[in-house]
């Protein structure tokens, strides 16, 4: 059990509303990862963080933002939701200081944007 | 940019056999190479992981190995169980440690 939880596991929302998605670890790994899963995509990184406030953009961030004020947690926020934004999102977490570890995910929050 | 494929996509074998799934990647200037197991509305549970150094990872049935020149890993399946059907992916991860690209999976079916 890597100590990942995510919040919440499924949430239904209408279009142009925000939403947050929130990671929380208990083992104060310092690189998080936010990843979504579309069938025909496979899992692509939308945003990651390396540090406390230390935030980069993944290969999918259009449309996202994130923050980790805490290092046990980290939010992934659609500020207007669209309905190409209907996924899995999947928070992942790697032990060690440089990043290069092995990765660990939570068990996934489904996201419909009606 | 890297590419990750993985073939093929699904995979039917009887109950007890071996098998062999197929991970290849277009740049070979990777960090390590990992291999997950993930059941229909579950996360991704970690089986292997493979630095850039290593050739090869056991752990129980599972053996993966990695030829970095070739561009390609295997995750070898000795003698298949049911409990064993479940969608493969695996994920190069770059120089850059912050990023993985992941392959679409092989999704194994193990018939009793």
């Known amino acids: 059990d890597a100590g990942i939880t995510q919040s919440p596991r499924h949430k239904v929302t209408e279009t142009g509303t925000p939403v947050t998605l929130r990671c929380h670890q208990t083992?104060?790994?310092?690189?998080m990862y936010w990843y979504r899963q579309d069938p025909g995509h496979g899992l692509r990184l939308i945003h990651y963080s390396y540090g406390v406030k230390d935030t980069d953009k993944g290969e999918v961030s259009d449309g996202y933002s994130v923050s980790r004020s805490k290092t046990e947690d980290f939010l992934l926020t659609l500020e207007s939701a669209t309905s190409s934004q209907t996924s899995v999102y999947f928070c992942?977490?790697?032990?060690?200081?440089?990043?290069?570890?092995?990765?660990?995910f939570g068990e996934g929050s489904r996201l419909t944007v009606l | 940019k890297q590419e990750v494929t993985q073939i093929p996509a699904a995979l039917s074998v009887p109950e007890g056999e071996n098998l062999v799934l197929n991970c290849s990647f277009t740049?070979?200037?990777?960090?390590?190479l990992q291999w997950f197991r993930q059941d229909p509305g579950k996360g991704l549970t970690s089986l292997l992981l493979?630095?850039?150094?290593?050739r090869e990872q056991t752990s129980g049935r599972l053996n993966a190995s990695l030829d970095k020149s070739s561009g390609r890993s295997t995750l070898y399946i000795a003698a298949s169980q049911p409990g064993d059907s479940a969608t493969y992916l695996c994920a190069v991860r770059g120089r850059d440690a912050g990023k993985s690209t992941f392959g679409d999976g092989t999704t194994l079916t193990v018939k009793p």
């Open positions: 740049d070979s200037a990777i960090y390590n």
């Open positions: 083992e104060n790994h310092r690189y």
């Open positions: 992942a977490i790697s032990p060690g200081q440089g990043g290069g570890g092995e990765l660990f």
């Open positions: 493979i630095q850039s150094s290593q």
